[in-house]
C-alpha cells in the first residue's frame, strides 16, 4: 500500500472527504511531471496546488486557502466533476504555470518566495481574463480560471472559508429582508 | 387437489383485495390516500419506488458544505448516470438520490423533452418548488373562449371550496391580493420582501396603468407550524428533504395522515403494468404489479382506483392496458390518452443590478420569491394582438456575495470578504396550448429494464408559445428598468419541454367522451370506478405552477368517489 492508497483508505474511514488532506502528505516532493500528464495527481501536486491557492487566497488575519485544503480539493474536483478536455488543460496548465516562474525567475514556483508568486499569478490572471474575454465560445477556459474558480469555490465552501473568513449560519430560523449592514461586515457565505 | 388450490388462490385474492387502489404516491397520490383513508376505506397505495421516510430517510441534509466531497457539486459521474436528471437546478450532491437513474429509466425523445422524475415514496413532492397559485375562471374558461383544446366542465366556483379545503392543510404562506385573475388562498402569514424587492414593487404599481403587481411568493413553506410540522428554518435546502418539517411534501403530511388512520397499506417497489379491466362489469377489476426487486407479478384488487403515477407515467399505465374491450389502452376510445401533452415554457427573462441601499442587508435564506401575476388578454383592455392566453413571473433580488473579482492576493480576499451591490431577476413561466400532436405513445422497440415498454415523447412549443416569449422577455426588462435598475440583461435559454416539469394533460378532463378521457369529477368517462388527479387530467395548463389544483382536484374526486361508492354507482 503506497501512500496515496494509504490516503484513500483514511479518507474513506473520514466518510469520503479528502478535504484537509494535505495534513497526510506532509513532505512529499511537489511537481511530479510524469504524473500531470497521465491525467492523475501526485502527492507533490497537492503541495503545488495548496501553494497556488495560497498565492490567490493568503492567510491575512484569517487563514488561507491552504489551511483550508483547497489544493487536495481542486484535484478532487478536477477528478470527479471536470470533463477530459478540461482535466487536459488544467494538467497542462499546472505545467505552463511552472514554466512561466521558470522563465521569470529562473526557479520553479516552489522556490520562488511570496511576493514573486504573488507577482507571477498576478501577471497569469491579467493573461487569463485577456483570454476569457477573447476565446471563442468553443474554447477551452484558460487553466488558471479554472485554479482560480476553484480556489475561491473550495475556499469559502470551506469550513475555514465560510466560518471564518464570511459568515455562516447553517440554520439560519428566520428571514429578514432589511437589516442594517456596515462597511466591513463581512458576507454570508451561502 | 383442485378444491385446494381454489381455496388458496380465494385467500390469496381476499389477501390482496382492498377498498381502494392508488397509483403512485406523489403530491396528488399523497393527497388520494390521506382523503380515501380518512373516509374509511381500506386503502393500497403503490409506489414503484423505494420507500422514503419522512427526516430518517433525508440523508445528507443536515451536512454543511465542507463535509460533502464536492461541496454540492455535480460530478461526470452524475452526468454520465442521468444526463437529464443531472441538469435540473434542484439536482445536487444530496438530493441526487431523490433524481431517477436516466440509464434504467429510458424514453425516446422523438422531439427535445427533458423528463425529471423521482421514483420513491413521495415522488416529486420532496423536490418540488412549492409554489401555490390558485387558478381562476380566466383559465377555466381559456379553452371555450379561443377555441384550443376542448372545454374545462368545470369551473371555478366547483373547484374554489377544495381550494379552501386542501390549502390549510397543506399550509402556504402568501398575502392576500384581491386580485381577480390569481385568486386569494388560505394563507399563513406571507414571508418578506427585501428591501429592494419592496422597492421594485412599488415601482412597478406606480409605473404600470394596467393594474401590474408585484407579490410575494405564495408558498408551501411554512411561516408558522402546520400540525406537527415546521415552521420553516430558511436553510433554503428544500430539495434534499427538511428535517424541520418545513414544508409540505407526501412524506411530511399526507401519508402519515392516512398512515394515522389505520387504513393505509404502502407498497413499495411495485412497477404498475397495467390496470385490469372486467368486460361484464365494465369495471377496472384491480392491478397487476411487477415487483421491481424480485420481478414476480402480483394483483390488487379493490372497487375504487386512483391513477396517481404523474402525467406520463399514468398514460403509460393506460395505454399499456389493453383488452379486447379496450384495444387502444384502457378508456381511450377518444383516443386522446397520451395526446395534448402540456408543460409550461420558461427560463426567458432579465436581470439587473441596483446601486442604492448599501447600508442594508439580508438575514436567513428565504426559499421563496416573489410572483408577478399574469397581467396580459385578462381584460378586454390587456388583450395582445400576437398571442392567446399569458404568463406569469417568478424571481428575487438579493445582495449576493461577490464570486470573484480581478488579481490575486489579500487585496482580492478583502473584497470577496463584503457583500457585493442588490441585484434583481425575474423569469417567465408561460401557458402552453394544447396540441393533439403533441404526445407520448408506447415505444415499439424500447423496453426498460422491467419489461415495461418505454414512451417516445413527441412535444414541442409553437407559434404561439414562440411569440409569447418575445413579450416574456421584454416585460421583463420594462420593468426592471422602469424599477430603477441598472445593467439590465435579458436572455432565453429556451429550454426543452419537459424541463419546467410541469408536464400535464394526458388524459384530459371534458364534457364530451368523444373528445376527453375524465368527465368534471375525474372519473374516467368509460370506466366508472377509475379516477385520475395528476397532472394527466389537465384541459389546459394556464400558466400557474400546477400542484395546488392537483391537490384540489384530487380531494374533490375522492369525496365524489366514496359518495358514488356509497349509492352503489360504483
Known sequence: MNRREALSRVALILGGTVVGANVFLEGCKPGDKKAATTGTFSDGDIAYLDEIAETIIPATNTPGAKAAGVGAFMTVMVNDCYDEKDQKVFFEGMKLLNEASDKKFGKSFMDIDAAERKTLLTEIDADAKKYMAEKKAEDPKHYFRMMKELTLLGYFTSEIGATQALRYVAVPGKYEGCVPYKKGDRAWAS | ?570
Not at chain 2, 380518512?38 to 409506489?47: N, S
Not at chain 2, 437546478?89 to 438520490?97: D, L, P, Q, R
Not at chain 2, 379552501?164 to 420582501?193: R, T
Not at chain 2, 364534457?511 to 388527479?533: A, C, W, Y
Open chain 2, 1 to 570: 387437489m383442485p378444491n385446494d388450490s381454489i381455496h388458496i388462490n380465494n385467500k390469496a385474492v381476499a389477501q390482496n383485495t382492498y377498498d381502494a387502489i392508488v397509483v403512485g404516491s406523489g403530491i396528488s397520490g399523497g393527497w388520494a390516500a390521506k382523503e380515501l383513508c380518512e373516509k374509511g376505506l381500506k386503502t393500497l397505495v403503490l409506489e414503484r419506488g423505494r420507500n422514503v421516510e419522512h427526516i430518517k430517510d433525508y440523508t445528507g441534509t443536515t451536512l454543511d458544505p465542507w463535509e460533502l466531497k464536492h461541496h454540492g457539486s455535480r460530478t461526470q459521474q452524475d452526468k454520465k448516470d442521468s444526463p437529464i436528471q443531472s441538469k435540473c437546478y434542484a439536482y445536487n450532491e444530496v438530493s441526487k438520490h431523490f433524481f431517477v437513474n436516466d440509464e434504467e429509466n429510458p424514453y425516446n425523445q422523438v422531439k427535445p423533452f427533458d423528463w425529471i422524475r423521482g421514483y420513491h415514496v413521495g415522488g416529486r413532492s420532496l423536490t418540488w418548488g412549492r409554489q401555490c397559485y390558485r387558478w381562476s375562471d380566466i383559465d377555466f374558461e381559456a379553452n371555450a373562449k379561443d377555441g384550443y383544446g376542448v372545454d374545462w366542465p368545470i369551473r371555478y366556483k366547483d373547484i374554489a371550496p377544495w381550494y379552501d379545503y386542501v390549502e390549510p392543510f397543506v399550509g402556504i404562506s402568501g398575502s392576500a391580493e384581491g386580485l381577480p385573475q390569481l385568486p386569494d388562498g388560505k394563507f399563513l402569514p406571507p414571508m418578506e420582501m427585501n428591501c429592494l424587492e419592496k422597492h421594485v414593487a412599488e415601482r412597478i404599481k406606480k409605473e404600470f396603468a394596467d393594474g401590474r403587481r408585484m407579490i410575494i411568493g405564495r408558498s408551501a413553506n411554512h411561516t408558522q407550524r402546520v400540525g406537527d410540522r415546521g415552521p420553516c428554518q430558511y436553510r433554503n435546502k428544500c430539495h434534499e428533504g427538511c428535517p424541520f418539517g418545513g414544508y409540505f411534501s407526501s412524506n411530511s403530511a399526507t401519508l402519515p395522515a392516512a398512515k394515522k388512520t389505520g387504513n393505509l397499506t404502502l407498497r413499495p417497489f411495485s412497477i404498475v403494468t397495467e390496470v385490469i379491466y372486467d368486460k361484464e362489469s365494465k369495471r377496472a377489476k384491480g392491478i397487476r404489479i411487477i415487483d421491481a426487486e424480485t420481478m414476480k407479478t402480483e394483483e390488487y384488487f379493490a372497487r375504487i382506483i386512483f391513477l396517481n403515477a404523474s402525467t406520463l407515467g399514468t398514460a403509460t399505465i393506460l395505454l399499456h392496458s389493453v383488452s379486447d374491450a379496450f384495444p387502444n389502452g384502457l378508456g381511450n376510445s377518444s383516443e386522446q390518452v397520451g395526446h395534448n401533452l402540456m408543460d409550461h415554457h420558461y427560463g426567458v427573462g432579465a436581470g439587473g443590478s441596483f446601486d442604492g441601499f448599501q447600508d442594508q442587508y439580508i438575514y436567513g435564506r428565504r426559499p421563496n420569491g416573489i410572483y408577478i401575476p399574469r397581467f396580459r388578454n385578462i381584460s378586454e383592455k390587456t388583450k395582445q394582438s400576437d398571442y392567446v392566453r399569458g404568463f406569469g413571473y417568478q424571481g428575487g433580488a438579493s445582495r449576493g456575495r461577490q464570486w470573484s473579482a480581478d488579481g490575486v492576493g489579500e487585496e482580492l480576499k478583502d473584497q470577496l470578504l463584503e457583500p457585493g451591490n442588490w441585484s434583481m431577476g425575474i423569469g417567465s413561466w408561460g401557458e402552453h396550448l394544447p396540441y393533439y400532436e403533441n404526445k407520448a405513445t408506447l415505444s415499439k422497440d424500447k423496453k426498460d429494464k422491467w419489461g415495461m415498454p418505454a414512451l417516445d415523447i413527441d412535444c414541442e412549443f409553437k407559434a404561439n408559445e414562440l411569440a409569447m416569449r418575445k413579450d416574456m422577455m421584454n416585460s421583463a426588462a420594462e420593468m426592471l428598468e422602469k424599477a430603477g435598475l441598472k445593467n439590465v440583461n435579458t436572455y432565453d435559454s429556451m429550454p426543452a419541454p419537459g424541463f419546467c416539469i410541469h408536464e400535464m394533460g394526458t388524459a384530459r378532463m371534458g364534457r364530451d367522451p368523444k373528445t376527453s378521457v375524465l368527465n368534471g369529477f375525474n372519473q374516467m368517462h368509460e370506466v366508472k370506478n377509475v379516477f385520475i388527479t395528476d397532472g394527466a387530467c389537465m384541459a389546459s395548463s394556464a400558466c400557474q405552477n400546477p400542484s395546488i389544483t392537483y391537490m384540489a382536484l384530487t380531494a374533490r374526486a375522492a369525496d365524489y368517489a366514496v359518495k358514488e361508492l356509497k349509492k352503489g354507482d360504483i
